[in-house]
């Protein structure tokens, strides 16, 4: 099985050297982050303010599952609560009949460290592609970006790639800040790869089955 693995991740070093330096919206991966990425790191690139407070996220990793896969899990409420930490809350108050986009509502709770945070989102989907997020209302001073799909040449894996622009309420001291880029996104990537993936292996033993 391990030889499997790393007979895999040669392949995957081999798309990511190419596709993944190809240019996101206003994300390049450099080669070393592209060789961490097809090694399963998760990348994290942040341009913050001194206070580690506000600022530019980015990040990528590469998940051994189709484009379709990720994208479902990453549009529906009850996969949302499953990786994104601190969400107790997830209600779509609205959507495109043609799944164009979606207006989505999130209650996040921190404990007794903070209130919670409250805020809506409207995400403009390109299915399996690409979604495009911002708040329209709620606590966050700002809070845009964009997530990005790659698929690899075979469609069985996908790049996904994020960035976004984010300043937290003013009742989230700075250390919860920092928590959050630091320490609460590789979590959340880490869990989406391990659903997601597991979603893959389902999907592809059921296929089999028939």
């Known amino acids: 099985m391990l030889t499997g693995i790393l007979r895999h991740s040669a392949r995957l070093l081999a798309f990511g050297v190419v596709a993944m330096s190809a240019q996101a919206a206003d ?27 506000k600022g530019a996220v980015r990040a990528a990793v590469l998940i051994h599952a189709a484009p379709s896969i990720v994208f479902r899990a990453m549009t529906r409420c009850e996969d949302a609560l499953q990786f994104v930490p601190h969400l107790k809350t997830c209600h779509v108050r609205d959507q495109a009949a043609d799944g164009s986009w979606q207006l989505v509502e999130h209650d996040v709770d921190f404990g007794w460290f903070a209130p919670r945070i409250h805020y809506v989102f409207r995400a403009d989907l390109t299915a399996d592609q690409r979604i495009d997020f911002r708040q329209v209302s709620g606590d966050f001073k700002a809070n845009s ?7 690899s040449a075979d469609g069985t894996t996908t790049l996904l790639r994020y960035h976004a622009f984010i300043d937290p309420p003013a009742f989230i001291p700075n ?18 790869r391990r659903r997601c993936e597991a979603q893959q292996l389902a999907s592809t033993a059921g296929s089999a089955g028939h």
């Open 27 to 53: 994300f390049t991966l450099t080669p070393a982050e592209a060789a961490r990425v097809a090694a399963r790191e998760i990348v994290i690139r942040s341009t913050l303010d001194k206070g580690d407070r």
């Open 145 to 151: 970006g964009a997530w990005e799909f790659e698929a």
């Open 175 to 192: 250390w919860m800040a920092r928590s959050t880029f630091k320490r609460d996104m590789p979590l959340m990537l880490a869990d989406l």
